[in-house]
């Protein structure tokens, strides 16, 4: 014969797989509630990408436009006679 009630332990297993359940399917309710915080989040980071090699080639352009500056005067400099040339000679 089967007892009417149950023990004290069974209460407590119960109880806690109940807990459980609810707290796992609380979770997965938590990130369809959530997804559009992440969705903003990859939208910020990808918007930080964009941004950084927007700026990676601005600083590019600078600086080959700064090479370009030094190579127009190194070819002046070499178009320059050299006085001390002509001294040796």
Known sequence: MS?????????????????????YQADDMVKYLNSNKITKREEIVENLDET???EQETWNDNVNEQYGKIDELNEDKDDHVDVNELNEE
């Open 52 to 54: 950084l090699v927007e």
């Open 3 to 23: 007892p009417k009630h149950m023990s004290g332990s069974q209460k407590r297993k119960r109880k806690q797989s109940e807990e459980s359940l609810v707290q």
